[in-house]
């Protein structure tokens, strides 16, 4: 059976739209995945649907890190993931306007460095 799934990422900001087979790409296979990598997941949730999350969200920061359009991002995919195909990506560029530098935490005076 395959599945698509459509993402959206604040407020259309980013989409992502995923085919996965699942004769392909199993729950145990994804079981498999989210148990090595420690993931915070639904523990009640499919943990197909919970892969997918994770992989929108891969392809919206691998996207936005290397400046790839579609094609680009498709054939990472195709090379990462088996199973999983990229239907549709938009792009999403990072703005320096929404960072935010929080000066409360920093403690200049007690810079200490370490030698090995």
């Not at 993931?81 to 990506?89: K, M, Q, S």
């Amino acid at each position: 059976m395959k599945k698509i799934y459509y993402f959206n990422y604040d407020y259309y900001k980013a989409k992502v739209r995923l085919l996965i087979d699942t004769s392909v790409f199993t729950q145990e296979h994804a079981q498999a995945i989210l148990d090595f990598l420690m993931l915070e997941y639904d523990k009640n949730g499919d943990p197909i649907d919970e892969i997918a999350k994770e992989y929108a969200l891969d392809a919206i920061w691998f996207g936005a890190k290397t400046n790839h359009h579609l094609e680009g991002i498709k054939q990472y995919f195709k090379e990462t993931y088996e199973g999983i195909d990229l239907l549709f990506f938009s792009s999403f560029k990072f703005n320096d306007q929404d960072l935010e530098l929080n000066n409360e935490y920093l403690e200049l005076e007690k810079i200490e460095l370490i030698q090995e």
